[in-house]
Every structure is written in structure tokens, then in C-alpha cells.
């Protein structure tokens, strides 16, 4: 694989806040990354250092090998598409689209032009004018037919309501199936973006908490639901990061997963396993990480082992 | 996609109408599914910064309307004042500033209002700034036509029949309408740089230092009115200003603006939007 991305102890450091706290990370060509995080947890931050619309207080980056700070061979290459983007007044999508067309080389008119029938985007109401829905869909039209080699979508679709965000989602899946490109979606809808992403990097308080595979994530915990007490004998000395009991019922998530044995001896049990979503993961691993912070186990799970750092694959 | 020619809402009308002419790089791309997007041959500064000075005219009220308004506003107001003093000798009067002083606001403006959106549009800032300028620039040059124009106009009626000068200042035109027009171009580029300037200053810092810095400017300057006042220079000040003439005076502005440009071009590279 070939990194586009190549960011080392990267630290962003304001006043009174640490924002981001050396990190290092590579994002690979031709893969759609996952960015998620809680809300102030660096996200933002980091991709306007990797787009050089903010600057790093130590650390660096760089893109397609090179620094990206006043870089027109490779800003030119990159798109960030950010949530409240600014227009200037008076402006309205149509001038906005067009501007954007004269500086992404790759643009494509024709599929603007048909992503703003699918969003049905009005083209000459003035953007300040704009519901929220809409004004969302101009950035992610943007974001789109751009084709930038490089894409970030900073959380562009939180306006977009139901029906729009599926249609993002499988716009760009169909594009990105005929013109393979990198793309960053930032997001906290974990599970609405849980197919689309390959690649997993979570980060919390300015730390990376995560960065695999989405399949290697999933693998890391299963579910297990059935009669409480064969439950209980399964999970042996394996973390519990959640647990459910209604009467006799249980369903306890278990980080690590089956052997093929058990798995059998499992089933054997009437027990069912289920994948854990991909949400639930990343919601444990960012709490886990709260209550190591704060240093006491505060997230019910008794049996918290060791805390476990980023990377640290934990395969049975 | 041109580099040159106007944005114009016709530009926008029709987003369908390139349906049938096949995207060269769709083409390419679809013979060869599965590979990314070759990397396009990067444009050139010079096309991205003329596009900038074409975004930045998509609002045509910032560099065309807005200074033309004002001009006609002050030659109104100007014409009135002079027909109710009803001279018989010539009168002379400021009125033809007020447009200038607006491109303090069109600075402002130019840098509030795009930057964050050329953040988007993924330009360096240096292309961003060159081509506000090079925008700022055309603006100038046609205020400094329009005042040529009037100028000759006022020359010819003898100050709209009234004796009434609003742009024809003798000093100004000392060295005929070239002089008048330099002046006037280094003045608009002037006024405009510290407008966007001051805007970048307050992006980055915000208002108390913004605030502070004015008046460290105030101060300067009335500490300068001082000094000359308790020197008695005023006389030796004001025949400097004359000797240096109106091309002189535009050199020195001219210069000015260039270290302020240069200075508001230092200030923007740490700009975020």
C-alpha cells in the first residue's frame, strides 16, 4: 500500500488546551477512512493541519510526500469539505459550484449537475438564504465532484436529514467504486457509516485511540446471547465491555473472540454470537479510555484488565 | 475548464448543458477502472490566481458598484453644495476622496468574506492574496478612469457650468491626467491593503489587539502633528507635499502600500479561516 498521508507526532497545542497530542498515523491510497472521535476530540483539528489550514505546534505531515503549508501541487489534490463551511455573502450555490470548478482539476460538471437534482439544490437562492439541509449539500457536491485524490468530509452531512445522508452514502459508494480515491469521513453517526469505512481511526482527547481495519475491529469483540449462566461460562478471563441481563437472558460482549472450538462448544450451548456494531466498539474503547483517565473504573465493567493502547492487536 | 473571460450568472443557469460533451479525464478513468485518479497536470499559479481575481468578482458590489455609488453619491452632494454657494470663481472641493476611503471597507471585505471559502477551494494562501490584489487592482485602475473621465468632463464645462471641481484638483492633474490617474490608483491600492490587512490582523488575533493597534496608530500619528506643530514645520510639510507632486506623492504612497502589502502578506500566512 501506499501511504498519501504520512503524519508523525503530530501536536496542536492552544491556548490552555491540547487539542491534538502527538499522534502519528499513515492514510493509505484508495481506501475510505472512518475519522471518528467524540465531539472535541481533535477530529477537526488535525484535518485542517492535514489540509495546512491550521498549523501543527510540533510534529508533521506530509502529503503525497511532500509539506502541504503553501503547497499548490498538492492543496490541489486535496478537498476539505468542513461542517458551517463560510461562503461569501451574496453568494449562491451555483457561484459557489462554480468557483469550486475552476480550481479541482478533476472536477466533473456533469455529475454536479446530477448530484444537484439528487439533493434538489436550489441554484440561484443565496446561500446565506439556505435551509441547513441544503447548505450541507453544497459542500457535499462539492466534496464529490471534485474527485479529489484526497477527500475530507468533516461531518458536512450532520444537516442533511435521513433520506439526503443515504443518498451521500451511496453516491459515494457508486463513485468511489468507478474512481477509487482516498476519503476521510469524520463522523459521529458511527453506525450509519459502519459499511462504508475500511480503515478505523478513532481518536479521543487529542490521543489515537484506534487505527485498523474496520474488519480487525469487529473481530476484536463478539456478543454473546443466551441463557445467563451458559453466558457467564464463556467469558473466562476475556474483558467484558458490556453486559445485559433480562431474567434468565443474557448478552455479554466480550472483547477478543471464539476459538473454533468454543465457538462450537457455544453453539452447542444455544448461545448465539453476533458481530458487535462497529458503534458499540467505539463507544467502549472512547469510555474505557475516559475512565483511565480519570483513573477509576467507572464504566461497570469489573473485569477491566489492562488498558489497552492503539494498535495493540488482541487476537485469540 | 477556461482561465479567462467573467463570471456571469448565465454561467449557472444551465448545469445540464455539458451533458453531452464526454469529460476527457472520465473517459481515461473508465478505461482503467479500479486505478485512482491520475495526478492532473497541477495548474499554474498565474490560472488559479486569475481565478481568484474571477471569484472575487462574482460579487460585482465589492470592487464595481459600491465605490461607483459612492463616487455619484459625493458628486451629487458636491454639485449641491456648490450650486448653493453659487460662486463665480472656481471651487474645489474633497468630496472625490470619499471613494477612495472605501476601499478600506472593500479590504476588509475582500479578506472576510473569501478567505474562508478559498480555504476550501484548496488555494495556497499566496495565491489567494495575489489574486485579491490583482482583483483590488482592476478596481483601481477603473476608479482611476472614471475620475479621468469626470476630470476632462469638469475641465470641458467649466466645472459642470457651476465652477464646481469635485475630481479635477489642480494639484492633483499638475502633471496633466496621467499624474491624476496614478495618484488616484496608488490611493485605492493604498486604502485597500490596509483594509485587508487590518481584517487578517483582527482573523488572527482578534479585537483587543486589533483595537490596542489602532490606537498605537493614533497615538503615532498625533504624536507626529505634535513634533511638527512644536517644531513650526507645518509650512516646510506642507511645501514637501507640494514639491513632491502628484506623481511623487503617488511614488510614496505607492511605496507604502508595497510594505504593507508585503506585511498583510505575512500576516495571512498564518491566517486560519
Known sequence: MTAVIEVEHLTKQYKGTLAVDDISFRIEENTIYGFLGRNGAGKTTTMSILTAQNFATAGSVRVFGEAPY???????????????????????????????SLFFPHWDEEYAAALIEDFRLPLKTRISK??????????????????????FFDEPYLGLDAVARSLFYERLMEDYAEHP?????????????????????????????????????????VTLTGDADQVERFIG?????????LGNVAAVTLLGSLGQAEAAEAAAAGLERSPVPLQQLVVRLSRQNESRRSGAGQNGTPRSRAPRTAGAGESS | MSTTGTLTSADFTTPGRRA????????????????????AQPPSTLSRVLNVVRVQY?????????????????????LAIYAMIGADEPMYGGGGQAPLWYFLVAGIQAMTLTFPFSQALSLTRREFFLG????????????????????????????????GYVTYLPWVWESGWASAAVLVFALVMFFFVIGFWFATLYRQFGTVVLTTLLIGLAVLLVAAAFVITRMEAWGDVVSWVAQLGPFGAAGVIGATTVVLGIGSLLSLRRATP
Open chain 1, 70 to 100: 503553501e503547497n499548490r501541487r498538492v492543496l490541489s489534490r486535496m478537498c476539505f469539505v468542513r461542517e458551517g463551511q463560510k461562503y461569501p455573502d451574496d453568494f449562491t450555490p451555483a457561484h459557489a459550484l462554480k468557483a469550486a
Open chain 1, 130 to 151: 439556505l435551509s441547513r439541509g441544503q447548505l450541507s449539500a453544497v459542500g457535499v457536491i462539492i466534496g464529490l465532484a471534485s474527485r479529489a485524490e484526497v477527500t
Open chain 1, 181 to 221: 480515491r482516498t476519503i476521510l469521513l469524520s463522523s459521529h453517526l458511527i453506525d450509519e457509516i459502519a459499511d462504508l469505512i475500511e480503515r478505523v481511526i478513532v481518536i479521543d482527547e487529542g490521543k489515537l485511540l484506534v487505527d485498523r481495519t474496520a474488519d480487525e475491529l469487529r473481530g476484536e469483540a
Open chain 1, 237 to 245: 478471563d476475556r474483558e467484558v465491555l458490556h453486559r445485559e441481563r
Open chain 2, 20 to 39: 453531452h460533451t464526454p469529460n476527457p479525464s472520465r473517459t481515461h478513468m473508465d478505461s482503467t477502472p479500479g486505478r485512482s485518479a491520475p495526478a
Open chain 2, 58 to 78: 462574482v460579487n460585482t458590489y465589492i470592487f464595481v458598484w459600491v465605490p461607483l455609488m459612492v463616487l455619484g453619491g459625493s458628486l451629487v452632494i458636491s
Open chain 2, 132 to 163: 485579491t490584489m490583482l482583483a483590488a487592482a482592476l478596481s483601481a485602475a477603473g476608479m482611476a478612469l472614471v475620475y479621468v473621465l469626470l476630470g476632462l468632463l469638469e475641465q470641458a464645462t467649466d466645472g459642470y457650468g457651476i465652477h
